[in-house]
C-alpha cells in the first residue's frame, strides 16, 4: 500500500505533464542478469527505477487517480 506521503505526491501530479516529468525523473531498470521484470507501481517508486512498462504502468496508476 502506498503511504500517505506518496499518495500526496500523486495527486500534486494533476496533469499528464506532471506525470511524465516524474516518470522521466526515474532512473531506468536495467534488469540485471537479464531478469525480465514487471515490477508493480509501488515496487517502482520504492524502489525508485522502471522500465518502459513498469513506468507507463505507474503513469496510468497516478493519472487514474484524477478521475
Known amino acids: 500500500m502506498f503511504t500517505k506521503k506518496e499518495m500526496m505526491m500523486f495527486k ?12 522521466n525523473s526515474i532512473p531506468i531498470n536495467f534488469e540485471k542478469d537479464g531478469k525480465d521484470t514487471i515490477k508493480s507501481p509501488l ?18 496508476y497516478i493519472l487514474s487517480l484524477h478521475k
Do not use: F, W
Not at 43 to 60: D, K, S, W, Y
Open 12 to 23: 500534486r501530479m494533476n496533469t499528464p505533464a506532471k506525470v511524465q516529468d516524474y516518470i
Open 43 to 60: 515496487r517502482v517508486v520504492r524502489e525508485n527505477n522502471a522500465h518502459c512498462i513498469e513506468g507507463a504502468i505507474l503513469g496510468a
